[in-house]
């Protein structure tokens, strides 16, 4: 390892002090400090709410993440093999795009194995890039990028880095981090995982990177730029949306069931009471995944004496998978000060990988 990837990985920004040990084996709670905090503030928040919802983030624990790694291997689950195709039919053209000597930050890596794509691409075209994962889960980040590093055998072209945070977090050290100076940052965004995100946290998150590299530009060196590149799928098929949202292996219910655990240190709810719900609402082109009370039921919190009243067959949302094509992407990120300057699209269903600049660097939609 030279002293420059050994500086990176060791900075308190990533989070990591090393690529060989991320997390203490003997910490079996899903957060601690800070960010047990800051999820605890979440949960809150959504039991609150009406209707009421969970933080998606609570799924990603190492258990959820095999779980749905077998759901991307189910026949049902559509988005996973027609991404890939996407990326094998385009990856010239995505490399270029990133260029050589490219950072890539991922968000929500997962196991990698659609981003494998990609940095085969760079090592195949003998072209350096810097590869940063960023995910919540230590155990499974480590694991993955050794794998990585293993498949791509250990290509000097491709130098890879974990980011052990959450999508917020990534702000901050985007800004801060020295190592970025003068970099063309990519970041990507893969498995239409941004349709899940309400359209103000996207604006949010996106406008808070950008303006996190110009930050970084005027703390470094004004040479750096961004784009972001952000898979969609636009698929309206009911059948085929429904079944990949509840696989008719069971596995995507075991997925969303596997969140009550993760809610423990927070507030008591008992698995048997409650069940998965999954519907396909055809007017907004959204399949809404939520946990729904098989019986009225007084939820307790942990930390106080207060309850929460459910009522039978309530629901609390999870997940919303909205489904949009191109046209109503552009819609979709009108304020956010960015707009669609590329596309490249599966040839069968409506899928995409959308090349997303900052107003400033293009013409509009």
């Known amino acids: ?6 500086e990176q990985l060791q900075s308190p920004l990533i989070g990591i002090p090393s690529q060989e040990k991320v997390y203490d084996e003997k910490q079996h709670s899903f957060y601690d400090g800070e960010n047990h905090a800051r999820t605890t503030e979440l949960i809150l928040e959504g039991l609150r709410s009406s209707p009421r919802y969970l933080p998606s983030v609570l ?17 049902d689950y559509y988005l996973t093999r027609v991404e890939a195709e996407l990326l094998r039919i385009h990856v010239e053209d995505i490399v270029e795009s990133i260029g050589d000597g490219g950072v890539i930050i991922e968000l929500g890596s997962g196991c990698l194995s659609k981003t494998r ?16 994962a960023l995910d919540v889960c230590p155990t499974t980040l480590t694991q993955s990028l050794s794998e990585l590093r293993s498949q791509l055998n250990h290509s000097s072209y491709v130098t890879c880095h974990p980011l052990c945070m959450m999508y917020d977090d990534s702000i901050a050290w985007l800004a801060n981090n020295a190592n970025l100076r003068n970099k063309r940052i990519s970041v990507l965004w893969l ?11 996207v604006h949010q998150l996106l406008r808070g990177l950008t303006a996190a590299l110009r930050k970084n530009n005027a703390l470094y060196g004004a040479g750096g730029k961004i784009q972001f590149l952000l898979s969609v799928d636009g698929n309206k098929d009911a059948d ?6 509840d696989t008719l292996d ?6 969303i069931l596997n969140i009550i655990k993760n809610l423990d240190s927070v507030v008591a709810f008992d698995p048997a009471k409650w069940a998965f719900s999954g519907e396909w609402d055809a007017q907004e082109a959204i399949y809404r995944t939520s946990l729904m009370a098989l019986e009225t039921q007084a939820i307790h919190f942990s ?28 819609e979709w990120l009108r304020g956010s000060g960015l707009v669609v300057d590329e596309a490249w699209k599966h040839p069968q ?12 660097s293009t013409a509009d939609c």
């Open 117 to 132: 794509v990609i940095l085969e691409g760079f090592a195949r075209k003998r072209m350096h890039v810097a590869y940063y």
């Open 1 to 6: 390892m030279d002293s420059n990837t050994r």
């Open 250 to 255: 069971g596995l995507s219910r075991r997925f």
């Open 59 to 75: 799924l990603w624990d190492e258990v959820g993440l095999n779980i749905y790694s077998k759901i991307m291997r189910s026949e």
């Open 303 to 330: 930390a106080s004496a207060n309850t929460l009243e459910i009522a039978k067959s309530e629901k609390i949302q999870i997940i919303s998978s909205r489904k949009f094509g191109f046209e109503e992407l552009c």
């Open 240 to 245: 085929m949306v429904s079944r990949a949202y």
């Open 191 to 201: 498995g239409a995982s941004m349709g899940n995100e309400k359209q103000v946290e």
């Open 349 to 360: 269903i409506d899928y995409g990988l959308y090349r997303i600049l900052p107003e400033s």
